[in-house]
């Protein structure tokens, strides 16, 4: 099995192909700045947030893992390897999704080709993080390996400008 965790700033599934089409795919770092849409706590202050952002996942399997129910999870991790919580209006909760996949085998190709399948989380108004070091995790039937991730790096907000003279 192989798989490929991919980041974009937009995607589209489409209902009757599976593709997908991605928009800005590939970066790896995001910029803390302030949300577009109010804030999910009523009357909580507005935390700063990285850009959207999608989730991509390529499956690509052999015949043998055609055609069977596979358990899919994408978590977001800390660089310690913990699961990062965001704060919800039911408090705490781990980012993470989980749903069942299936790579159907493809047919009028030769026998031995891969089976391909593709599945996608979208975040559109972005995640409040801390600055640091992140990855999203893909686990498929409770298994991970090391390259089933993709890293991204969240930088705190610039500097507002600063008007006057020094002090001094």
Same mark, same amino acid.
């Given at each position: 099995?192989?798989? %490929?965790?991919? =980041?974009?700033?937009?995607?589209?599934?489409?209902?009757?192909?599976?593709?997908?089409?991605?928009?800005?795919?590939? +970066?790896?770092?995001?910029?803390? *700045? *302030?949300? =577009?849409?109010?804030?999910? =706590?009523?009357?909580?202050?507005?935390? #700063?947030?990285?850009? @959207?952002?999608?989730?991509?996942?390529?499956?690509?399997?052999?015949?043998? #893992?055609?055609? *069977?129910?596979?358990?899919?999870?994408?978590? =977001?991790?800390?660089?310690? /390897? &913990?699961?990062?919580?965001?704060? /919800?209006?039911?408090?705490?909760? &781990?980012?993470?999704?989980?749903?069942?996949?299936?790579? $159907?085998?493809?047919? /009028?190709?030769?026998?031995?080709?891969?089976?391909?399948?593709?599945? #996608? #989380?979208?975040? @559109?108004?972005?995640?409040?993080?801390? $600055?640091?070091? %992140?990855? +999203?995790?893909?686990?498929?039937? /409770?298994?991970?390996?090391?390259? +089933?991730?993709?890293?991204? %790096?969240?930088?705190?907000? $610039?500097?507002?400008?600063?008007?006057?003279? $020094?002090?001094?």
């Amino acid at each position: 099995m192989k798989v %490929y965790v991919l =980041l974009a700033e937009r995607g589209v599934q489409h209902p009757q192909t599976g593709l997908v089409s991605l928009l800005n795919v590939g +970066w790896a770092v995001t910029q803390l *700045r *302030r949300p =577009l849409a109010p804030s999910p =706590l009523p009357g909580g202050p507005l935390p #700063m947030v990285t850009g @959207p952002q999608t989730v991509v996942v390529l499956l690509e399997a052999e015949l043998a #893992m055609c055609n *069977r129910p596979l358990l899919l999870e994408i978590e =977001l991790l800390d660089d310690d /390897g &913990a699961v990062v919580p965001v704060d /919800g209006p039911g408090g705490p909760q &781990a980012v993470r999704l989980e749903q069942q996949v299936v790579v $159907p085998s493809p047919s /009028g190709v030769p026998t031995g080709f891969p089976g391909r399948a593709s599945t #996608m #989380m979208d975040v @559109p108004v972005g995640l409040p993080l801390a $600055p640091g070091v %992140y990855r +999203w995790q893909v686990k498929l039937n /409770g298994r991970t390996e090391a390259d +089933w991730a993709a890293s991204l %790096y969240v930088a705190a907000p $610039p500097e507002p400008p600063r008007f006057g003279y $020094p002090a001094g």
